[in-house]
Nanobody, 121 residues
Framework: VLLEESGGRSVQAGASLRLSCAAS????????MGWFRQAPGKEREFVSY???????KYADSVKGRFTISRDNAWNTVYLQMNSLKHEDTAVYYC????????????????WGNGTQVTVSS
């Protein structure tokens, strides 16, 4: 499975962005898809996941502001990010795994190269 993120850019605090992750290869609909992020000098952290039955989970830091969704017809997962804050600045990674969904990066097998989101205050 190849994953490619897009949609990251520089925005002002309070703005919205939608990240996309396009998948190719094996059957997309059977995978749990996750978003993680890594800020400079920090470890990669869980943001959100959506599993194959569309159950979702969010990190407390983004709950109520971010929404994950998937379109199996287009093999794409999205992360709608609203009310962005400076602390959301990070490289955002898309990941695919065969688990029912996990907050742990080690449970994901396939990773994209990331897309940079920069939020200026």
């Amino acid at each position: 499975v190849l994953l490619e993120e897009s949609g990251g850019r520089s925005v002002q605090a309070g703005a919205s962005l939608r990240l996309s992750c396009a998948a190719s290869g094996r059957t997309f609909s059977s995978f749990a898809m996750g978003w993680f992020r890594q800020a400079p000098g920090k470890e990669r952290e869980f943001v959100s996941y959506i599993n194959w039955v569309d159950d979702t989970k969010y990190a407390d830091s983004v709950k109520g502001r971010f929404t994950i969704s998937r379109d199996n017809a287009w093999n794409t997962v999205y992360l709608q990010m609203n009310s962005l804050k400076h602390e959301d600045t990070a490289v955002y990674y898309c990941a695919a795994g065969t688990d029912s969904g996990s907050i742990y990066s080690s449970d994901y097998t396939y990773w994209g190269n990331g897309t940079q989101v920069t939020v200026s205050s």
